[in-house]
């Protein structure tokens, strides 16, 4: 009989996954300038080390002339002159070469697999798949990539935030966690006007591990408002003086104030994205889990209004579980990021739903069909918990890093050498979804290089059919 480990695993190769594996070559970029002698000793340095290291990830390297690159390149890297950068212009090692500095630079890049999304959206914008790739490049993981995209200014999301029905700009922005011990961590904020990053500041609260202050009273989960951006302010955050507003939020808040008081046309017509930013990822050493997300919120909103980034288990949710079947330890971790109709989102409860059915599920089922049937059972206008929302706002989009490991009991293992670690399985798999027409999305996979795509929804599905792609990390 084969294990259900084995079974899981033959369908994913059948669907284009694979087991997770040594990573490939590492092709680097030393960069010098002419008769530097500091540069030769750097490529000596670098070439022998490339010859024997007994390290599992093979390296190679080439030599440019700074002045062959692009301004861009040159400009930043001037003064680091020689330095050692990979393909995705990650800054490895500079000035001198230290084996010690090399590899652990190398393990903190490779650490984690990130992904981000630029929000559901009715535009195929080449721009926004590549802010996505600029957001992942040097961060640490989807904390730092969701920032990036904050002060982008491309999304509706910090600096590009959509204003309310008063022309006045309220962010929000959550975090989720499990870290190795697994537990778990949530903060949010929400109707915020003066964070410089407000998922920075949900960071901090869930990383909050305080039970109690010092007057005996719990510590926030959630704060919105003037009372989120004195927390800030007293924990040493960054706090505007005045609210930012972007030229291109006002000139969008203006174009859609005109549709509603000069036509006929419903509000809904007006609005043609929903675009809160989000992210996901896994630490590939400790399998602790990240998920965040941030938003302006959906365009003329009321103010003070709040959507699916502040409610706990509706925009974000990260899980692991671990239990013992026929010998085998076997570990099922999912962390998510959601994006669409905040109000529709919040009342099926969407994130905390599909994650816990996607660590729930039999090895017969994969992970993109419960995607699949949460949309169909659950998202839809016949549902009762949906039937005060607005049908042509039924929107909803997002990411998943979805990982499935089995492994012998060592004390099953034992006597049989390297045989018994033949049965060892680990899957990593990334997850996108949407019933929009696009999805702007970027990820840094475990070889540390960074791709991005337009999830594109095929014309001709019905309704609101979604789209659901599964790409192997």
């Given amino acids: 009989m084969l294990r259900p480990s084995t079974v899981s695993a033959i369908l994913r190769f ?80 500079k ?39 600029r957001a992942l490049k040097g961060s640490e993981g989807a904390v730092d990539a969701v920032e990036n995209l904050e002060i982008s200014g491309c999304f509706n999301a910090g600096g590009g935030s959509s204003l309310t029905r008063e022309g006045t700009v309220e962010m929000e922005a959550a975090v989720c966690s499990v870290d ?5 961590g949530f903060g ?59 030229v291109e939020s006002k000139k969008e808040w203006e174009r859609v104030m005109n549709v509603v008081e000069g036509s006929t046309a419903s509000v809904a017509d007006s609005i ?6 989000g992210g996901a990822d896994v ?21 003070g209004r709040l959507g699916h980034c502040t409610a706990f288990g509706a925009g974000l949710w990260v899980e692991q579980r671990e239990w013992t079947e026929s010998g085998c330890l076997r570990r099922r971790s999912v ?44 998202f839809h206008k016949g549902n009762r918990l949906l039937a005060r929302v607005n049908p042509a706002h039924l929107y909803l989009g997002g990411v998943a890093i979805v990982r499935d490991e089995s492994r012998r009991e060592e004390e099953r293992g034992e006597g049989k050498g390297e045989e018994g670690d033949e049965d060892d399985e680990c899957f990593l798999d990334l997850l996108v979804f949407h019933n929009t027409p696009f999805l702007p999305i970027a990820w840094r996979d475990e070889r540390g290089r960074v791709r991005g795509m337009m999830s594109k929804r095929e014309e001709g599905r019905e309704g609101k059919e979604p789209v659901v792609t599964v790409l192997p990390l």
């Fill in 14 to 93: 059948l669907s284009g996954g694979r087991p997770t594996s040594l990573p490939e070559r590492l092709h680097l970029r030393l960069v010098v300038s002419e008769s530097c002698s500091l540069c030769a000793r750097f490529a000596t340095s670098l070439e022998l080390y490339a010859k024997t290291t007994a390290d599992t990830r093979p390296i190679s390297f080439r030599t440019v002339n700074i002045k062959d690159l692009s301004e861009e390149i040159r400009e930043k890297h001037q003064y680091d002159i020689p330095v050692l950068l990979d393909d995705e212009g990650n800054l490895i090692v």
């Fill in 180 to 184: 190795a011990t697994g537990e778990m």
């Fill in 188 to 246: 949010a904020v929400g109707a915020c006007s003066l964070l410089e990053s407000p998922v920075r500041v949900a960071q901090a609260l869930a990383d909050s591990r305080r039970e109690q202050d010092c007057d005996g009273l719990i510590d926030p989960m959630v704060l919105v408002g003037a009372g989120a951006e004195q927390w800030a302010k007293d924990n040493g955050m960054c706090v505007l003086d005045s609210p930012s507003i972007s």
């Fill in 95 to 133: 000035h001198r070469f230290s084996r010690s500095a090399f590899k652990e630079r190398i393990e903190e890049l490779a650490r984690k697999v990130v992904v981000v999304h630029g929000g559901v959206t009715f535009r195929d914008s080449k721009t926004a798949v590549d802010a996505c790739k």
């Fill in 335 to 378: 962390s998510m990021a959601l994006t669409g109709c905040g109000e529709a989102i919040v009342r099926v409860d969407a994130a905390r739903e599909m994650g816990r059915r996607i660590v729930e599920r039999p090895d017969s089922v994969m992970a993109s069909e419960v995607v699949s049937a949460f949309y169909r059972d659950h």
């Fill in 272 to 277: 043609r994205s929903m675009d809160t930013v």
């Fill in 283 to 303: 630490d590939l050493k400790d399998w602790s889990l990240t998920a965040a997300c941030s938003s302006g919120g959906v365009i003329l909103k009321r103010p």
